[in-house]
């Protein structure tokens, strides 16, 4: 059978500085080149996903929390306890804001939109289910502020990432009138700041509308 196979020339080095001449079959050769620019096209690749992967995380803003916390499931406060909203408390939760539309809309915010008479008990449970999807997604934290029994709602409080410069995150917090009048607003705003002081990572809680008024607020600088 015929060996019909060619060869090249290749040279081979030694370390005396001498070189050898020894013939080496084509096909060896290309089969080289090949694995060279295979190995030069892997190696961009990984590259180009790497660089890819970097520009998606550096754009991306930093977690709410740290991946390690726990935020509070379940607080006793002694005369009151928090429990995250959701959709088992949408009767408790729609009856407390529904009995005090006024007060909250002078005192929540300054929209003066929420609540406000037409808001259904379906409605209501859409906003429970995205309070409590927001909750395990880390995003921000929803709590239900009750009597010890669990029975009745007393007011809410409200732990959101910040969108000023220069505060991880903001506090927000309402009670019914009935609590309002009765001097509750503030005893939870009191034992609020303490709580997020001691059992939350934040370096600087905003309180607008409190410790800092809406107007001055509103005023600071946005994150990009």
């Known amino acids: 059978m015929t060996n019909s196979e060619t060869y090249s020339a290749v ?6 500085g001498t070189a050898t001449k020894v013939g080496v079959a084509d096909r060896w050769l290309h089969r ?24 998606d995380d550096h754009g991306k803003p930093p977690p709410f929390v740290a991946a390690d916390f726990e935020p509070p499931r379940f607080v006793d406060a002694g005369e009151f306890v928090l429990k995250p909203l959701g ?5 408790v939760d729609y009856a407390a804001y529904m009995s005090s ?11 003066g939109t929420w609540p406000h008479e037409d808001i259904s008990m379906a409605d ?8 409590q999807r927001r909750f395990e997604a880390r995003e921000s934290f ?10 009745i709602e007393l007011g809410c409080v409200y732990v ?15 009670v019914t009138k009935d609590q309002f009048d009765a001097g509750f607003d503030t005893t939870l705003y009191r034992w609020t700041t303490a709580w997020v002081e001691n059992a939350w990572p934040f370096s600087a809680a905003a309180y607008p509308g409190r410790a800092i008024p809406w107007e001055d607020w509103n005023a600071l600088e946005d994150k990009g």
């Open 11 to 16: 040279y081979v080095a030694h370390f005396d």
């Open 32 to 55: 080289g080149a090949m694995l060279r620019s295979l190995a030069i096209l892997l190696t961009l690749c990984a590259t180009l996903l790497t660089a890819s992967v970097f520009a």
């Open 87 to 91: 959709p088992e408390l949408v009767e």
């Open 101 to 111: 539309i006024e007060h909250i809309r002078s005192t929540f915010s300054t929209s």
């Open 124 to 131: 209501a449970m859409v906003d429970m289910q995205n309070e």
């Open 142 to 151: 929803a709590y239900a502020v009750l009597t010890s029994d669990e029975q």
């Open 160 to 174: 959101y990432p910040s969108s000023k410069r220069g505060f991880d995150a903001v506090i927000r917090l309402w």
